[in-house]
């Protein structure tokens, strides 16, 4: 994958930034994508933020895995984010593993692979990263951003941080903090990785050895909270595998037992053990409300931008009470705020899914912002 990623685009930001952790970071890079075209005006820009096993590779076929962008079912001609209409930016995230400054990236200092001597990093730097990439594009003042689960995080903290800088936003299936049982699905898969005897501390590359095990589980384990309990059970059931009757034998003797397995296999090929630890530690720190010393509508206060939250009925990972928690918030500084719920058994995944009503309110959201901009830049 490495020598793929060698021929992605990529920005180098030569200036100094200062991460949450205290530590300077400069000549470091951000791999990106884009879609669509971007009009005179500079005024149809979305920038996509992508959750935590995303990349910038939002539609199309993805060049390093051959596999279709991670968010197809949103992102394209004609689709709900309209790359006829719109020009679409997504980059991969501060400590990601395709193309952006990680774990994986070398160490001036030490000539060597960082590994887990990489600085700690936050949904902050992560946003803060992006805007070199929004001054290199020349975009002033995006239409929109928008993303789902960690992306939606990103949303809330871009919208937080630079209030000027986007007309709308839609933080889609996310909270403003972490919930103590999302930390401790988080710890799981990073113990699944570390208890790996290949992850070697963090040193994998320095062996032929790779924690594709632990990285697998902590896939397996993940997945799981996607997915709903009803949707498990419509689509596995206690289906087995093979028809006829048991192994006895700790073979995957049920569909879902099969199907997880491929899920964690299918996952080592494309995703780096560190910039799993990384990225989930940084979900885990992200708590908007703490920034702004516990009192979340502080975040968002005297903003312009309009929001449109969005949440679905069947996700437990991130439910619909948390969203309303930023629907709350937003409401009490006077923030222009919509909120669709959208049934859906399909779980947390749904925002990555073919389900028509989430597809329709954000095309309906988008539109309608589209058109405001248009009567004001008169495009």
């Not at 789902?148 to 986007?166: A, C, H, N």
């Not at 920034?291 to 509508?297: A, E, P, T, V």
Request: glycine letters at 6%; a positive charge; aromatic letters at 12%.
């Amino acid at each position: 994958m490495n020598n793929k990623i060698k021929n992605i685009k990529k920005l180098i930001v030569k200036d100094s930034l200062e991460l949450d952790c205290g530590k300077l970071i400069k000549n470091f890079s951000i791999a990106y994508e884009t879609y669509g075209t971007l009009n005179k005006n500079k005024s149809n820009a979305i920038l996509v933020f992508h959750a935590l096993t995303g990349d910038q590779f939002v539609t199309n076929i993805n060049p390093v895995t051959n596999r279709e962008g991670w968010w197809a079912t949103a992102v394209g001609p004609g689709k709900a984010i309209d790359t006829n209409k719109y020009f679409i930016i997504c980059s991969n995230v501060l400590a990601g593993c395709m193309g952006s400054f990680g774990p994986g990236e070398i160490n001036p200092e030490t000539n060597e692979l960082f590994g887990t001597t990489f600085p700690i990093i936050t949904i902050k730097d992560m946003v803060k990263a992006q805007i070199y990439l929004l001054k290199y594009l020349g975009i002033e003042k995006l239409l929109s951003v928008a993303g789902g689960s960690m992306g939606g995080m990103q949303v809330l903290q871009f919208s937080s941080l630079y209030p000027d800088k986007t007309y709308s936003a839609i933080p889609i299936a996310c909270s403003a903090s972490h919930s103590a049982q999302n930390i401790a699905l988080n710890e799981l898969g990073r113990q699944a990785i570390m208890a790996d005897p290949n992850w070697n501390k963090g040193n994998y590359f320095k062996t032929d050895l790779s924690p594709n095990k632990g990285l697998a589980v902590a896939r397996m384990a993940a997945h799981i909270t996607y997915l709903s309990k009803k949707g498990l059970q419509e689509k596995f059931g206690r289906k087995l595998q093979e028809k006829g009757s048991l192994k006895f034998s700790f073979d995957a003797d049920f569909q879902i037992e099969s199907y997880l397995r491929y899920q964690g296999s299918n996952f080592v090929d494309r995703f780096d053990a560190n910039s799993y630890l990384y990225i989930t530690r940084a979900m885990d720190y992200f708590d908007l409300e703490k920034q702004f010393n516990g009192n979340l509508s502080l975040a968002f206060k005297n903003t312009k931008t309009k929001f449109c939250v969005i949440s679905f009925s069947s996700d437990w990972l991130y439910p619909t009470a948390e969203n309303k928690e930023i629907v709350i918030a937003l409401n009490a500084c006077g923030a222009n705020v919509s909120f669709v719920e959208v049934n859906s058994d399909k779980g947390h995944d749904s925002f990555l899914l073919n389900v028509p009503e989430f597809l329709k309110t954000l095309s309906e959201f988008l539109n309608s912002i589209y058109n405001e901009v248009s009567n004001e830049k008169r495009i």
